[in-house]
């Protein structure tokens, strides 16, 4: 395949697109928009996010130790989009866009209503990478929309409905058809293998 | 939305699709399965991989200190979803899926031919994360498949057909549709402010 080289840049996708949702100690919650988001341990479930240093939402999660990931659908894409135009220090964005939150249960982090995916988290450690921070937090609890979880134990994934970020292209798509079984597929490749 | 508790596990999407590509000092290759990749910092450019301890990628990467992530397009799916499904300390995985490499101009890390998508990587840091390690890699270059640019400057997302993976439901998905554009289309909900 022909390639052409981009330089070291961020070109890389797709990605996650999500809202991470914070807040400070006086009950002010923030919404930034997040791609550079992701699973990095099982055991001990994990996530990190990564972002720039002066961010209001890095500011909050030192500050009260919670947070949380959601996972953004076209629903609304404006809404968590204008989240990444401006600035939580200036302003209020639950105000600006009228996206709801509730309190997590167990640690009270403030989850996006209308995402079909959050992932309450723990701040458990923040690492310095340049101009950026590596924020890393316990798995708390996964809260799923029950409307995709069909009484014979399959899930839809359409019905999540969540929305692919391509980083390095600043495009929003949504998923098209189911290609494969994970953990599956590879075996027809050597039928004649115990795997 | 109604929403059901699934615990603190692992399921998070969408995530990356991608085939992590390594040596060791013999120069035998090796590829991993990896969706827990993505992108950390942006000055400096740096990619992060996690993965279980006992991976033979991760002692390659130790010992080579280089690596490449490369993305997964359903034309390879089954190959790579087979790389998922064994150990490179067992099989030698390019002689079973019959994936191909070339080396990387700058560090001679293993690119997969076939991906749409490389990013060529120097190992930079490991973080111990109980099983798991996330390894930090400064990206040195990026390759992009040729025919998504056209002449008039645009990209076409759907000629690099990334692989979307939904982590706790174990499924490759494609690409749908452009839904917006980012950095955009947050502003169709404040035309009155200069953001």
Redesign the interface.
């Known amino acids: ?17 999500t809202l991470v949702a914070s807040t400070d100690n006086f009950g002010q919650i923030n919404l930034m928009m997040a791609s ?13 996010v ?1 972002l720039h240093h002066n961010r209001q939402t890095y500011a909050n999660i030192l500050e009260t130790e919670i947070f949380s ?1 959601n ?1 953004v659908t ?1 629903d609304f ?10 600035s939580g220090k200036h302003q209020d964005k639950l105000s ?2 009228g996206l709801k939150t509730e309190p997590a ?1 167990a640690t009270g982090a403030p989850l996006i ?7 309450e988290c723990r701040f458990y450690k923040t ?1 310095e ?4 921070r ?1 924020i ?1 937090g ?10 995709a ?1 069909n009484d014979n134990g399959t ?1 839809d ?1 359409k019905s ?1 409905n ?6 390095g ?22 039928p004649h293998k115990n ?1």
Chains 1, 2 share one sequence.
């Open positions: 395949m022909q390639k052409r080289q981009l330089g070291p840049c961020v070109t890389f996708f797709p990605q996650p697109t550079w988001a992701g699973i990095v341990s099982k055991s001990p479930p994990t996530m990190a990564s990931v996972v076209p894409v404006a809404e968590a989009d204008l989240c990444g135009l401006c600006l866009t249960k209503v209308d995402s079909p995916l959050n992932v690492l990478l340049g101009d950026y590596l890393l316990e798995i708390v609890e996964i809260y799923a929309c029950d409307r979880y899930v994934a999540f969540p929305l692919v970020y391509l980083g292209l600043r495009e929003y798509w949504t998923l098209g058809a189911k290609c494969a079984d994970a953990y599956s597929v590879g075996k027809t490749l050597v795997l």
